[in-house]
């Protein structure tokens, strides 16, 4: 066991809500398990730079953490981090490159903070999501296409179709 609980040889994933005003972190086992978590922000990357915003994060990471004394880096197996200013995918790759760069975890995805919510407790692969906030922002994940297999009955202009 480590410092702060992490079964030896179980995989953690450093999960991250960085907002405009505020900074949430959890670190979770595989299972689930919540290990530690902490607050900070605001995460500004487009007003402060990339390696600012990402300060900020350290700041939220080192309060969860420092609980149980900081381990050493890696933090985790896997960190998914959506932030708020990851709007193009030149911006969530510099933030990436960043995230890799502090050494967090070996594995990162970045994604804007508005996707957060939709991988939250779907019971599907799609969804949408109005986040409204500083920066007011729709999202959504259209459902899988469906295969030839498989008509896709219960949509209107297919179901029409296909009558």
């Given at each position: 066991m480590s410092?702060?609980?992490?079964?030896?040889?179980?995989?953690?994933?450093?999960?991250?809500?960085?907002?405009?005003?505020?900074?949430?972190?959890?670190?979770?086992?595989?299972?689930?398990?919540v290990l530690a978590r902490g607050?900070?922000?605001?995460?500004?990357?487009q007003s402060a730079g990339v390696a600012a915003a990402v300060d900020a994060l350290d700041e939220a990471v080192r309060r969860a953490l420092g609980e149980h004394g900081p381990p050493s880096r890696p933090y985790a197996d896997h960190v998914a981090a959506y932030c708020a200013g990851a709007d193009l995918p030149v911006e969530e790759e510099a933030l990436r490159r960043e995230l890799l760069a502090r050494g967090y975890a070996p594995g990162v995805v970045v994604g804007n903070d508005t996707f957060a919510l939709l991988r939250a407790g779907a019971s599907g692969p799609w969804g949408s999501r109005w986040c409204a906030g500083p920066g007011s922002t729709p999202s959504a994940s259209p459902p899988p296409a469906p295969s030839p297999a498989s008509p896709p009955w219960g949509r209107s202009a297919a179901t029409g179709a296909a009558a």
């Open positions: 410092d702060i609980g992490t079964p030896a040889g179980g995989r953690t994933v450093l999960a991250v809500d960085a907002g405009n005003s505020k900074i949430d972190v959890a670190l979770v086992t595989e299972e689930g398990r607050r900070g922000g605001p995460f500004q990357p």
